[in-house]
């Protein structure tokens, strides 16, 4: 029989669940406690305080990006691993509510919690550029990339699907790559 999860698993689900649906402003210990169905006291026994669950908040957003890019094959030169970041942004751009929003629960908590993500977007994108033929253009799908995300976390997307079907045809062409759905 599979195990549901361990408590400090059920509690991350449970704070990412609020800070989605119900906004950062609602990510109360008490309110992540009740969601996740366990008690305060086991709740401060994983994450001793509001701070600490936000920094884990933050790790397992980071952790589960990390791992969907890097389970990738063919991801070894610096154009191959930015198209896999452009397919992935893109593909979490159609989720109705980003799985981000813990991030955003911790910018709002905590401006510095965010330190792990500056230095996680540093280390990848060095990746990227490190064996591109052509760094500027990967620098250019970046922070295309990053803006698209930016708009989509704030609710302030300005793109309709066929504006944004053409931004990233010519991304993926700067980089002379495919996007996947066309491959």
Do not use: W
Request: proline share 4%.
């Amino acid at each position: 029989m599979a195990r549901a999860g361990t408590s400090r698993e059920k509690i991350l689900k449970a704070a990412a669940e609020l800070a989605m649906c119900e906004g950062a402003a609602h990510l109360s210990l008490d309110a992540v406690a009740a969601r996740a169905g366990v008690s305060k006291g086991g709740l401060l026994y994983n994450f001793p305080n509001k701070t600490a669950l936000m920094r884990a908040l933050v790790e397992q957003f980071i952790e589960e990006f990390r791992a969907e890019i890097e389970d990738a094959p063919g991801t070894s030169d610096g154009e191959a691993l930015a198209a896999r970041f452009l397919e992935l942004g893109t593909r979490k751009l159609r989720e109705k509510t980003p799985r981000s929003s813990g991030v955003l629960a911790a910018l709002a908590e905590d401006p510095g919690l965010l330190a792990p993500v500056k230095t996680f977007n540093r280390e990848l994108l060095d990746r990227m550029k490190d064996d591109a033929a052509d760094p500027g253009a990967i620098l250019v799908a970046f922070m295309v990339m990053e803006g698209l995300r930016a708009q989509h976390v704030f609710g302030i997307d300005v793109l309709d699907d066929e504006e944004r079907r053409l931004l990233m045809e010519k991304v993926f062409a700067l980089l002379g790559k495919a996007p996947a759905s066309a491959a």
